[in-house]
């Protein structure tokens, strides 16, 4: 895991880990439509929320994937790193990059320690 000491502004003084996730623009709206600080609720089909540990698989996945349609973007954001021992890394579809596991149901909690703003740091068309 990458981690960060705060540095005043929108990242606390605890220490965070810092996580990157792949989205496409329904769910940067929804993103933007809570403040830019939670994400939303997964859809019923879907059991478990990816964050991703690597930016380098999040942009490929993003440039790749084309299930999130025709703008792509990847979103950067920290959460307590206390907090997130608690969830497994897994790869994902053969990948070596690690991913944790969230499940659909500890979204809110989950949300609930990210610090800061989730921020879109590369967009692909």
């Not at 540095?7 to 709206?29: A, F, H, I, K, Y």
């Not at 790193?81 to 053969?94: Q, V």
């Amino acid at each position: 895991m990458t981690t960060d000491q705060g540095s005043g502004g929108d990242v606390s003084s605890d220490v965070t880990t810092v996580l990157w996730r792949p989205l496409g623009q329904q769910e940067l709206d929804l993103v933007r439509e809570a403040g830019g600080r939670r994400w939303p609720p997964l859809s019923p089909e879907q059991t478990h929320f990816f964050p991703m540990l690597d930016e380098a698989f999040a942009v490929r996945a993003a440039q790749n994937w084309n299930l999130f349609g025709p703008v792509r973007y990847v979103a950067r954001f920290h959460v307590e790193t206390g907090f997130l021992g608690r969830y497994s890394t897994r790869s994902f579809g053969g990948s070596a990059a690690p991913m944790l596991w969230v499940a659909a149901d500890e979204l809110d909690e989950f949300n609930a320690h990210i610090v800061g703003s989730i921020e879109v740091i590369h967009e692909f068309r």
